[in-house]
C-alpha cells in the first residue's frame, strides 16, 4: 500500500511570512496527526482529526497554526505568521481507527525561517 | 507527568553487541508503548510496541522488556548490525496521543 505523501519535502521562508503544508494519508485511514520534530527532540503532537473533525489540538499554537482536513481525507497544516522557533520537520502521520492502532508517518516536511 | 525520558542520548555499538535503550515514565494512565526508528530524512517507523499487561515482547531480534512497577521499558536489540545505525524513539500513549522520548542516536560499528 503506498504510505502517507508529504508535500513539499523543504521549505526556506522569512520569519513573519506564510507557509502551508500538505498531506495525503494512507488510504482508508479514519485518523490523522500532525506532529512537529524540533532537531535533535522527538516528534510532538500538534492536531489530530478523526475523519474531518479535531480530536485534539490543545498543543496546536492557534494564534499562528491553523489545519484543516476537508473531506476527511487530505489535511493541510498552515503557518502564519512564521517565527524562527517553527524551525523544525512537520511530520504527518495516519492510522486506520484512532486509539493505540499503529501510527504511519510521512517523510516529513523540513522549515526553514530565515 | 506527560513526559517520557529516554537515556541513553547516544550509543556506540561493535557489531554483534547488544544494544539497549531504557524510557521511563509518571503517568500510569499510558496504556500503549511504542518504539520507532528513524532514519535521517525520513519519518519515524513502528518497530516495536507493548501493552502493560506483558511483561515482554520479542520480535526477531527486537526485545521490549516492560517493568510497570518501576514505571520503566526498554528496548534490546540483540546481534546489532550497521544498518540499524539510527535513532530510536521511545513512546507512550493514552487513548492515541503519543508522547515521544527525545530519542537516542545508535551507531554500530563494524
Known amino acids: 500500500e503506498a504510505g502517507v505523501a508529504q508535500s513539499p519535502r523543504y521549505k526556506i521562508i522569512e520569519k513573519r511570512q506564510s507557509v502551508a503544508f500538505w498531506c495525503n494519508p494512507i488510504s482508508g485511514h479514519a485518523t490523522l496527526y500532525w506532529y512537529q520534530q524540533i532537531l535533535g527532540q522527538g516528534p510532538k503532537l500538534l492536531i489530530q482529526f478523526q475523519n474531518n473533525g479535531v480530536v485534539d489540538d490543545s498543543q496546536l499554537p492557534k494564534d499562528r497554526f491553523s489545519a484543516e482536513r476537508l473531506k476527511g481525507v487530505d489535511s493541510t497544516l498552515k503557518i502564519q505568521p512564521a517565527k524562527l522557533e517553527d524551525s523544525a520537520v512537520y511530520l504527518c502521520a495516519s492510522s486506520l481507527l484512532g486509539g493505540n492502532q499503529p501510527q504511519h508517518f510521512g517523510d516529513g516536511t523540513r522549515l526553514s525561517i530565515l | 507527568q506527560q513526559q517520557v525520558k529516554q537515556s541513553p542520548q547516544s550509543l556506540i555499538v561493535q557489531k554483534g553487541g547488544i544494544s539497549i535503550i531504557n524510557c521511563a515514565y509518571e503517568?500510569?494512565?499510558?496504556?500503549?508503548f511504542p518504539w520507532y526508528q528513524q532514519f535521517p530524512g525520513k519519518g519515524p517507523a513502528l518497530l516495536i510496541a507493548i501493552r502493560p499487561d506483558v511483561s515482554e515482547k520479542k520480535e526477531g531480534r527486537f526485545t521490549i522488556s516492560f517493568n510497570k512497577s518501576a514505571k520503566q521499558f526498554s528496548l534490546h536489540i540483540m546481534d546489532s548490525q550497521p544498518g540499524d545505525s539510527a535513532t530510536y524513539f521511545c513512546?507512550?500513549?493514552?487513548?492515541?496521543?503519543?508522547?515521544f522520548g527525545q530519542g537516542t542516536e545508535l551507531s554500530v560499528k563494524p
Open positions: 503517568n500510569t494512565a499510558f496504556d500503549y
Open positions: 513512546a507512550a500513549s493514552v487513548g492515541g496521543k503519543l508522547i
